[in-house]
């Protein structure tokens, strides 16, 4: 048996154990997941987002909603914490979460999804009514091996809509017309299809297309004209990154399954609380902007960047690092970095076991060969126009430089970390919050 065989029948045992162990915990707790309004988010990138979009619309509508996702879940006036590094939980976490939601008085959970999670069979025992897809980039493909069967993966949510019981709301795929993966999805049987993005497609039965197009940004968030079918309708995000709006489209899609009007939507959206560790600003009275985001993939930093971009900030100054024992996407990160920001601090970001300054100088080398320029501690780095990288593997001490060089006017991008509650150092998870060490920061420089 050769060793590429050996690892898949290896694979294959594996999720046949997370198999039984989902069907078990389950039944442990009588299926909740099929009693439940189930509301699946899958994607590469913008799953967070948009589960938190879309539980505020539900809610400012009225539905008795709960939420799970990557950050946390929210039941009622109760917040859970989810784990660190974890988006779609184990089923031991899982199933008596949603039976909580259930006991709560709660009829509707919306619910990020991994591929993970799908192949891993962790959603196992609940009945999806709406499938949503954000977008399938190039990712874990240390875990799945190659892209068609990353797409495969996401794609089982959307198998499972022809599946288990009709709980009043009609089974409905959620589809970007814009994304790659949209060719394969539409082709999954449900009852009905909301397509946004939709300028990529035309509209055919059962089918509802949305979309929305900018009008204005600035650093306060966005303007935008929602369009559903042949209506439209003004609205305000107070997001930043044009991406975003996207990710709005795809929760104005799920309200569109629950039956909610586009009106009422679009001035929903206009009271949008911040999203922890997503295009999160700080304010402490600083005068430049100060970001938290989780962009951690090349698509998703290569997005934040060039929306901040076009903000036309004096000087673009970007933090962030590579996960060790991970996809080797150092090579994109580091010429993202290069070419999009003005400064590249790069630092740790969940080392794991892996040396950090090998992951450091990985990300140097690629950002040097996409014409980026050395910069030293202590240096305030080049002016608008040029590009400048420094290596400092401390990531507090990481941002602590970055704050002494901003300059007014400047957007300062802490990239990585996002919500999460820990920072993995040599292979030991330690506290972190980044939005409170940014914010400690500036305050001590000022």
Same mark, same amino acid.
């Given at each position: 048996?050769?060793? @590429? ?89 899982? =199933? ?84 790659? *993966? ?19 497609? @035309? ?6 297309? #949305? ?33 975003? +709006? ?27 609380? @911040? ?25 998703? #930093? /290569? ?12 000087? +673009? ?22 070419? #999009? ?18 992951? #450091? =100088? ?6 040097? /060969? ?63 919050? /980044?939005?409170? /060490? ?7 420089? *000022?």
């Amino acid at each position: 048996m050769t060793h @590429q065989n050996q690892q898949s029948l290896k694979s294959r045992l594996k999720n046949l154990y997370h198999l039984f162990d989902a069907m078990w915990w389950a039944w442990r707790y009588d299926f909740p997941g099929k009693k439940l309004k189930v509301v699946g988010v899958t994607g590469t990138d913008g799953k967070t987002s948009t589960t938190y979009m879309a539980y505020h619309l539900l809610k400012t509508a009225g539905a008795k909603v709960a939420l799970i996702n990557t950050v946390q879940a929210i039941v009622g006036e109760e917040v859970v914490e989810t784990g660190a590094h974890v988006t779609t939980q184990s089923p031991r976490d899982l =199933q008596p979460l949603l039976r909580k939601i259930l006991a709560k008085g709660f009829d509707t959970v919306i619910l990020e999804v991994t591929s993970h999670g799908l192949q891993q069979h962790r959603v196992w025992g609940i009945d999806f009514d709406v499938a949503v897809i954000t977008n399938v980039k190039e990712d874990h493909l240390d875990y799945h091996g190659t892209a068609q069967n990353y797409l495969r993966a996401k794609a089982k949510l959307f198998q499972s809509l022809h599946k288990g019981r009709n709980k009043g709301l009609a089974k409905t795929a959620i589809l970007n017309a814009a994304d790659a *993966s949209f060719s394969l999805l539409s082709q999954q049987p449900c009852t009905s299809k909301i397509i946004y993005n939709s300028d990529f497609c @035309q509209n055919s039965s059962q089918t509802t297309l #949305l979309t929305a197009k900018l009008e204005k940004q600035d650093i306060n968030g966005m303007s935008f004209k929602l369009s559903i079918d042949s209506s439209q309708f003004n609205g305000f995000l107070p997001l930043l990154g044009d991406y975003n +709006l996207e990710n709005a489209q795809a929760a104005a899609s799920v309200g569109l399954a629950f039956g909610l009007k586009g009106e009422a939507m679009a001035k929903a959206f206009t009271n949008l609380p @911040q999203i922890p560790g997503r295009m999160q600003k700080i304010d402490a009275g600083q005068p430049y902007t100060a970001i938290v985001d989780f962009a951690h993939t090349p698509a998703a #930093l /290569e997005h934040a960047l060039k929306a901040l971009r076009a903000l036309h900030p004096k000087r +673009l100054i970007v933090l962030f690092g590579c996960a060790g024992a991970r996809d080797k996407g150092r090579h994109r990160m580091g010429e993202i970095a290069a070419k #999009l920001a003005d400064i590249a601090i790069i630092t740790n970001e969940d080392n794991r076991k892996e040396p950090i300054t090998s992951i #450091l =100088q990985d990300i140097a080398r690629y950002a040097s /060969e996409a014409g980026s320029v050395q910069i030293s501690n202590g240096d305030k780095g080049p002016g608008p126009g040029s590009s400048g990288f420094i290596c400092i593997a401390d990531r507090r001490a990481a941002i602590k430089y970055a704050i002494q060089i901003a300059q007014p006017g400047d957007i300062l991008d802490f990239t990585g970390k996002g919500h999460e509650p820990t920072l993995n150092v040599d292979g030991i998870e330690t506290p972190w919050n /980044e939005a409170t /060490e940014v914010t400690k920061a500036i305050q001590n420089q *000022s």
